[in-house]
C-alpha cells in the first residue's frame, strides 16, 4: 500500500510503525539527519492530561543524557502545531523477541556463544545508564524498568539496541508511580520491585530472567493469569538453565542464577560486574559482531523445523570460514524487519491505562448520580403532587 508522505515540521512523514494509547510511531526523514528516523507524537487530546505531558517530557529530557553505541539515540524533543513529539533513531533489524519466537519454532535453541554476546551489550548499554550523572555530577538514578526481549533490537550492524526508556525512572523524575502500580512487564519485573523497593539491581534481574529464556527457549515466569506469573515471580524455584540446556556450563549456570536471586543484596551489584563475569564465561569462540549478524540472518532464513543443534553447526562453520554478511541486503532480515515494522513500539504506561480508565469512570459515576437525583426528585414531586390531590 502506497502511504501519502505527510510534512510535520521539517520532518516528512511515511508509514506508521505502531500505536499505543498516548502516541504514534512513524517512520520520517530529516533534512537534518541522513538516516530514517522514527518519530513519537503524543495524541493531541492526550495532551490535555498534564500527568501524561510530564512523564512524556520526562522521557525526553532523559534522552539528552544517553549517549552510548548500546542505546538508541534520541535526536529531539519539542512541540509543532501543539503535538508534543520526540525524535529518535530508527534501528534496523529485528527484535530479540521475534528471534527468540522464530528460533523457538524453526531453529531450536540459540547457541551459548550468541546468548552471551547480546547478554553482554544489554550489560554495555545498563552499566551505561546506571551510572549516569547531571551536570552537576549527581547519580541521575536511571531505572529502565522495561528491559524485556521486546525492548532490545539486534541491529544490521550486530550491535544490540535497548529502546524505549519511556517508563524509566530517575530521581528527577517530575511524575510519581502511584502506590500499588508496577511498571514494565510482570513476568520481568524484580520481586523487591513488587515490595515497592526499587534501584538498578531491578535492570540486572531483568537482564537475568532475559538471559536465562535465551539459553533454555522457554519463558521463566510467565503465565495467562496475571497473579499466577507474579506468585511464580516471588516464590517459584528458579531452575538452572543447563536443565534445560546440555551447552550451559555449571559456571554460566552460576551466573544466571546470581542475577536471579530474589535478595538484592546477593545478587549482581552493578551491569558491569555482571558483564566482567559475562566476559569470562565466553568461550574461545566468543562471537564478534559480524557473526552475530551473520547467524541471526542464517537463523531467520530457516522456514523449516531443523535438528536441536543446527544452530550451533551453523555458528560454527560461520567462526570457521570468518563469513561476514551485509545485513541490508539478507533477504531473511529484510522480512523479519517488515513483520518488526507491523508491531506495535508506542506502548501506553499501565499509570496512563489506569488514568484514562478512573477518567471515564468518575465521569460515568457522577452522570449515574446526577440522574439518580433528578430521579428521586421528580418521584417526590409527584407523590406530593397525589398527595395533594387525594387530601
Not at 544466571?256 to 546477593?266: F, H, M, S
Request: hydrophobic letters at 45%; proline letters at 5%.
Amino acid at each position: 500500500m502506497n502511504h501519502v508522505a505527510e510534512k510535520f515540521g521539517s520532518y516528512v512523514i511515511h508509514e506508521q510503525l505502531g500505536a499505543g494509547g498516548i502516541a504514534t510511531v512513524h517512520l520520517a526523514d530529516s533534512p537534518a539527519i541522513k538516516s530514517p528516523v522514527a518519530i513519537k507524537r503524543m495524541y493531541p487530546n492526550v495532551a490535555e492530561v498534564p500527568e501524561l505531558v510530564a512523564s512524556f517530557i520526562d522521557e525526553a529530557r532523559l534522552a539528552r543524557y544517553l549517549r552510548h553505541p548500546n542505546i538508541a539515540r534520541v535526536y529531539e524533543f519539542g512541540r509543532i502545531r501543539g503535538i508534543y513529539f520526540i525524535t529518535f533513531e530508527f534501528v534496523s533489524g529485528p527484535t530479540v523477541q521475534q528471534l527468540q519466537k522464530h528460533c523457538s519454532e524453526h531453529v531450536g535453541l540459540i547457541p551459548v556463544p550468541i546468548v552471551i554476546e547480546i547478554a553482554s551489550q544489554l550489560c554495555d548499554a545498563l552499566d551505561h545508564a546506571h551510572r549516569l550523572r547531571d551536570e552537576t555530577g549527581q547519580p541521575l538514578g536511571i531505572v529502565h524498568r522495561d528491559v524485556s526481549p521486546s525492548n532490545l533490537i539486534v541491529s544490521n550492524a550486530g550491535i544490540v539496541k535497548l529502546i524505549d526508556f519511556g517508563l524509566a525512572k530517575t530521581k528527577q523524575s517530575t511524575v510519581h508511580s502511584q502506590a500499588g502500580i508496577i511498571k514494565g512487564k510482570l513476568s520481568y519485573v524484580a520481586p523487591e520491585y513488587l515490595r515497592g523497593k526499587l534501584d538498578a539491581r531491578c535492570d540486572l534481574w531483568a537482564a537475568g530472567v532475559v538471559l536465562h529464556e535465551l539459553l533454555t527457549g522457554q519463558r521463566l515466569f510467565d503465565a495467562p493469569d496475571e497473579y499466577v506469573t507474579l506468585e511464580r515471580v516471588r516464590s517459584m524455584p528458579i531452575p538452572p538453565p543447563s536443565r534445560f540446556n546440555r551447552e550451559v556450563s555449571p559456571d554460566l549456570d552460576e551466573l544466571v542464577l546470581t542475577a536471579l536471586d530474589r535478595d538484592p543484596a546477593r545478587r549482581w551489584q552493578s551491569a558491569a560486574e555482571m558483564r566482567l563475569a559475562l566476559a569470562s564465561r565466553a568461550d574461545a569462540h566468543a562471537v564478534t559482531k559480524e557473526q552475530l549478524v551473520a547467524w541471526t540472518g542464517w537463523a531467520f532464513s530457516q522456514k523449516q523445523r531443523q535438528r536441536e543443534d543446527s544452530g550451533v553447526s551453523a555458528l560454527h562453520e560461520i567462526i570457521e570460514s570468518k563469513q561476514t554478511v551485509i545485513a541490508a541486503g539478507h533477504p531473511a532480515l529484510s522480512e523479519a524487519m517488515m513483520e518488526r515494522r507491523r508491531e506495535s513500539v508506542a506502548t501506553m504506561p499501565s499509570i496512563a491505562l489506569d488514568m484514562a480508565h478512573h477518567s471515564a469512570t468518575r465521569r460515568w459515576l457522577w452522570i449515574m448520580v446526577v440522574c439518580l437525583v433528578i430521579g428521586v426528585a421528580g418521584l417526590a414531586v409527584a407523590i406530593i403532587h397525589l398527595t395533594s390531590r387525594a387530601g
